[in-house]
């Protein structure tokens, strides 16, 4: 296994859509991301009174990265819309981002046109397609984004326009000061991160070593880390093709945590990854710490990774960065290449024909 891992011209060489490269670039892309926002258009807002992002996918993540890193900070609430309908409080105060980074995905341009239908405030995010055509043909606002990479790999040019569109419309304020350290940050840990560290002070290495041939569990806390629990598993879903699965204190401490009994040879096959950051409630904290306890007798084993860096931004990003690292690097050891996702692109010329 460390074989393996210690050899990133064997990685390299089958990774075919380059998501190694797309990860060492992060950082850049955040940067890039962050401009394209502060110079794009705005949309045409009154008094907005909620906001909704509408995606799927590698374009929701953004959404929901923007629900969770506001709670808090914003005085409007934002949610985040995975369907072709919009919930039925959309309104023309209600401001929408469409997202969709190939601009051709078909639920998030059905509910586009509902929004329009609406009257609702809309800026699109995309590099292109349907939904680029679409909004310049009805004059509505695009933020146009560098194609060329997994919308899985785009998080920064999903997510970041949106904030520096919020604090030029005075919904947000102080993000130059987070965007900047979550630059330094990301610039910092990838050193330790990239295929040329070794597994001996890889962390994401060393924790796709104890997932390899395990199913994988990962538990955020609600309202703080439940978005980077959830990307961390669709990451191995999508880069290592392996089921994962994920959950949010204190949500599991009241279902979940009961079916850790039987049967025995499956629990032996999981292990649970814990999200933990300064932000947590300290009751929570306190559960997490009980939980652990309780399930590490069941499962194979039970990690804990702790976010790092100056403020809530960089903070989450530590986390993701690691969960995508780790997913490649999962990748690797089943010698899978992590770019290609066949049945998803299957799946969507299957319903092109219908």
């Not at 190694?20 to 394209?36: N, Y």
């Not at 043909?137 to 194609?147: N, T, W, Y």
């Amino acid at each position: 296994m460390e074989t393996m891992l210690n050899d990133p011209q064997a990685m390299y060489k089958v990774d075919s859509m380059n998501m190694f490269g797309a990860l060492w670039g992060l950082p850049e892309q955040c940067e890039d991301a962050w401009r394209l926002g502060m110079e794009g258009p705005l949309p045409s807002a009154g008094a907005v009174s909620n906001i909704l992002v509408t995606g799927l996918g590698g374009s929701a993540i953004g959404g929901d990265l923007l629900r969770t890193y506001t709670s808090g900070k914003m005085p409007v609430p934002v949610a985040v819309n995975r369907d072709y309908l919009l919930p039925e409080y959309v309104d023309s105060s209600t401001l929408v981002f469409a997202i969709s980074y190939s601009g051709n995905t078909e639920e998030t341009l059905s509910a586009y046109a509902e929004a329009r239908s609406r009257g609702a405030s809309i800026l699109a995010l995309t590099t292109g397609g349907k939904l680029k055509e679409q909004a310049q043909k009805d004059g509505v606002p695009v933020i146009v984004i560098p194609g060329g990479i997994s919308p899985r790999a785009a998080t920064g040019y999903l997510f970041l326009p949106m904030l520096a569109v919020l604090q030029r419309m005075g919904l947000l304020t102080g993000m130059e000061n987070e965007v900047k350290s979550l630059v330094r940050l990301l610039e910092e840990i990838r050193e330790s991160l990239r295929p040329e560290s070794p597994v001996e002070t890889n962390l994401a290495k060393q924790l796709a070593g104890k997932l390899h041939n395990r199913i994988p569990v990962i538990w955020g806390v609600g309202s703080n880390t439940e978005v980077v629990a959830q990307r961390f598993k669709g990451q191995i879903n999508e880069n290592t093709k392996a089921p994962a699965y994920w959950n949010v204190f204190p949500e599991l401490n009241h279902n979940e945590l009961v079916g850790f009994e039987v049967p025995q040879e499956l629990l032996e096959k999981l292990h649970i990854v814990m999200l933990r950051d300064e932000d947590d409630h300290p009751r929570v904290s306190i559960r997490m710490d009980v939980t652990r306890g309780i399930v590490a007798k069941a499962v194979s084993g039970v990690e804990e990774i702790k976010s790092t860096g100056e403020g809530k931004l960089a903070r989450l990003y530590s986390l993701i960065y690691t969960g995508d690292y780790t997913s490649v690097y999962l990748a690797a050891l089943y010698g899978i290449d992590p770019g290609p996702v066949k049945i998803i692109d299957y799946l969507k010329s299957e319903l092109a024909g219908k």
